[in-house]
Nanobody, 127 residues
Framework: QVQLVESGGGLVQAGGSLRLSCAAS????????MGWFRQAPGKEREFVAA????????YYADSVKGRFTISRHNAKNMVYLQMNSLKPEDTVVYYC????????????????????WGQGTQVTVSS
């Protein structure tokens, strides 16, 4: 089992940057593929980015490709989401998630495949 705690959200102007962090508990962090999702009120959770257990494979939603970068540091039990060129439509709650049972170099882009979730962190981008 793993517990996830996000941080780094906040208020930023359009065009600005934020880096979200997700700290994972436990000593088996390297056995999980990791993902970032976001959810607006009344809408389904939306895939943002994912990274494989090895860190060698990354995946992005088209809406964030070229602006966001996911990374992980297995020795520190951390996963990050660097968000650049932020837009007002990026304003939502962002969630970190862990996928158990994934292969070393794959990660799912579906929220249904993730087993553990953080509490979320709010990102607000002003125009």
């Amino acid at each position: 089992q793993v517990q996830l705690v996000e941080s780094g959200g906040g208020l930023v102007q359009a065009g600005g940057s934020l880096r979200l962090s997700c700290a994972a508990s436990g000593r088996t962090f390297g056995s999980f593929a990791m993902g970032w999702f976001r959810q607006a009120p009344g809408k389904e959770r939306e895939f943002v980015a994912a990274i494989s257990r090895s860190g060698g494979s990354t995946y992005y939603a088209d809406s964030v490709k070229g602006r966001f970068t996911i990374s992980r540091h297995n020795a520190k039990n951390m996963v990050y989401l660097q968000m650049n060129s932020l837009k007002p439509e990026d304003t939502v709650v962002y969630y970190c998630a862990a996928q158990a049972g994934s292969s070393l170099n794959r990660a799912s882009t579906s929220a249904y495949d993730y087993d553990y979730w953080g509490q979320g962190t709010q990102v607000t981008v002003s125009s």
